[in-house]
């Protein structure tokens, strides 16, 4: 009985430290988080409807992102790094399209600590150049 005790002791204190092990980084850097938290965060700082001229404002102030990198064709949620022409068939959002990587890091869940991941943001634009859609995607680097 008491082995069993002590080995439901260690398997709880390692599911605690795992918990841990990835609490913490999501505290630190905030594009650690789901995809769904850094878009809302994204949504609160440019809300639908805002126009393409203050989105790229914003980019270009921040001195963690990457940069306003602007493209004449909506944006394909299925690859939104692609060019135009590699799947111009698809279905696309919008008339244009600002990407920026708005941060990145080394993920646990990467083989040996060797991948960095960034978090790259695309916001899609009407033809009135007003915000519609926020995707917020994962590039693995190493």
Request: aromatic share 8%; net charge positive; charged share 20%.
């Amino acid at each position: 009985m008491k082995a069993l005790r002590r080995i439901i002791i260690i398997i709880l204190l390692l599911l605690a430290v795992l918990f841990l092990v990835e609490l913490i980084p999501m505290l630190r850097n905030p594009m650690q988080r789901p995809d769904s938290m850094v878009r809302n965060y994204i949504l609160r700082i440019t809300p639908l409807g805002t126009n393409i001229d203050d989105v790229i404002e914003l980019i270009n102030s921040r001195e963690d992102w990457s940069g306003a990198n602007v493209r004449d064709f909506g944006l394909d949620p299925k690859a939104p790094t692609a060019p135009y022409g590699a799947f111009h068939n698809r279905p696309r959002i919008g008339e244009k399209t600002v990407i920026t990587n708005v941060g990145s890091y080394h993920s646990l869940r990467a083989i040996f600590f060797l991948m960095r991941v960034g978090v790259v943001v695309s916001w899609a634009f009407d033809a009135d150049d007003n915000l519609i859609e926020v995707h917020v995607w994962r590039v693995g680097h190493i």
